[in-house]
Structures are given as C-alpha cells and as structure tokens.
C-alpha cells in the first residue's frame, strides 16, 4: 500500500514497488491490514457509566436512571468518559465513530484530543412546549458553525420519536437536507416505543402522556411515524430498528435509510429479535455500532470495553450463517456507505484516506475476515488520516 499524505494512492503486491518505495516502506510484520471500522453509534460521553446501570424491568426505567445520573455528572466527568471512550475505540481497531454529542461543548476540547475520525452528531431533545424547535435547531446549527475543522464531520440527531415532537423531527430532517448533514435517530428501538406509537398505551406511554402531547401516538409504528415527519431518507441513519410493523423493512429501503445494529446493547436490553434477515431481503444497508457502555453488561471476567469486534462476535453468535466477511463489510464499507463517504472511507483502494488497521495474524488468508473479528487483543497498529494513531511497534 502507498500513502502520500492523507490518500491511498496505490495498493499492489511488493514485487511491483520501485526499490526507492521499497526503501521507504514501514514493515508490518505477520498482520492482516484491514481498513480502519466504522462504529455507526456511540455515545462516547457514557463510557464511564460502564457497569453503573441496571437493565430494569423495562426501557423506560433504563431511559429514567441514566437521566437521573447524567444530572450528577459535571463538564469534566463528561469530558473524560468521552476521551476514555476514544481511547478504546482506537485500540480496538475502530477509526471512524459516529458519535451522539448529548454535551456538545465538549467538542472542541475532545476532538482536538483525539486522532479518531469522529462525526459528532449534535442530540436534539424537546417535548416541552417551552422549547422550541425553531430554537433548538438554531442553537445546534451555531454550535457547529463555530466548531474547528476535525477529521470527521457534524450532523444531527433528534434523539428518538417518544422525545421529540413532529415538528422537531421534520425541521431537523430540513435543516440536515439544506447543509447536506447527516442525521441518525434511535427508532424502533424497544416494545415499549412500538406500543406507545401503534397502540397508545404500554409503560413509555403511560410515562410520557403527562410530559408531551401524545396526539401522534396510535395507529402507526415508529418506522411509519419518521416516515411523514420526514426523516426517512439516503442521509438518515435509523439506530437500532428493533420493532418493526409489516411494511417498515419496505418503507426503510424505499428512502434508502440505514439501520444500525448494536448487538451487545440489544442482548442487555434484551429486545425482541432484530430482524436482521428481513431488512437484508428488503436491501436495507446494515451497519454496526457499539452504543455505549451504560447499556452493556460486563463480561465474565474482562474488562467492559467500546469494541466493534465484540459487536461482530455477539452477531455472529446470534446468527451462524452469517459469513465473517459479511460481518466485516457492516463495519467497514456499509458505515461508509451510510456517511455518503463510499470509496473515501471503509476500504483499502487508491483514493481513498488512509485510514487502516493491522491485526497481527499467522494463519492463512482464508481465515484472515474471522481472525480479525475473533481477535481481542489491541490493534498492531492503525493509521488515520495518514498517520499513526496507534504507532506499530518496532
Ligand atoms: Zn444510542
């Protein structure tokens, strides 16, 4: 592979370099060079609430526990959870991250601090009538107007249907259409959010029918809800999309909207069967994201860590069929794909950035897609934007 600055700019096999760029070249040793993951959804600043939060007994005693903690958390509580969450993600071969800014003055700070490729996705919550959309969407724009170039880019992500109004939904879809930015938001994501919208009733309605106007609650599903407020659409990625109506794998396709699966925080929470082969058939680009620690159980005797490698194990698990080479494409070209950054990130081919990663391996090429996803140990090395983020060692 040839880098000139921050580009691929030839890959071919070694017998075919000049001896001067054979001169020049950084030997790896016995690794598989992959391009660097794509981590479709994380909330970096959780990271430090690792083990801290109990499932409960449905999703919105989950959702009510971890608001009651963020109340107790300070700017750098915040901030060092978000650089804590960095730092795993590049050790475990992770170099883009979609990542859900719920404290957006930290950017400037943590990004300055990390060479992860972050798309940091500013989160949009208002069901009060007090708080305008018109607001809210204007304060999140200035907000990203005055953060510095980084490696990786903005967005936004109006949190999730049963924390959002109509309007907030379909003036943040506008807004992310006119600049070109994407947008993600968590749909479908537990029975109770599928009972609240097509039904109106269940313990996230029963919760939320105090606090917002629930006149868009019955009679459709969360997938069909986005679907007139907007939102559905080739820059949207829907995170998680669990519960799904007849109809939604279709109406997700036709936008051509992404879905991100998080396999480990769908075991947490244990969440009905993703309905992976259904939104496979119906041409749906599946990605994968870790989510974040707060919504992860510990495993027996390890650390808990923010690794998209765990995420393909838990998957493949669930799913044996599943080849490890289809595993590697949903983190690495279908993120891309999902970013409207195909052929830049995600894979190893002139053009595109240098961004990739070495998994030391000594079997042979055709094991190479599930050494990579069965391997624990940090990366060997990993590049990012043309440089080292995780030096090789020599
Ligand atoms: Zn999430």
Redesign the pocket.
Known sequence: MLIEANRIVAVRPWKRFSLSERAAATDLGEVILLPGLINA?C?LDYTNMAGLLPPGRNFPDWIKTITALKSEWSYTDFAESWLNGARMLLRNGTTTVVD?EAVPELLPDVWAATPLRVHSLIELIGIRPTVTPRHLIADALKLIESLPAGRGGVGLSPHAPYTTTRELLSRSASAARRLHLPLAI?AAESGAEFEMFRRARGPMFEWFKTQRDCSDCGGVSPVQHLERSGVLGPRTLA?HANCLAPGDADLLARHRTHVVH?PT?HAYFRHEPFPLERLLRAGVNICLGT??LASTQKPRGRKLELDLRCEMRTLAADRPGLAPAELLRMATVNGAAALGLRHRLGEISPRARADFIAVPHNGSVADAAEAVIHSEEPVAASMIEGEWAVSPAR
Request: some cysteine.
């Open positions: 959804h909330h859900i968590h995170i998080c925080s989510d974040s």
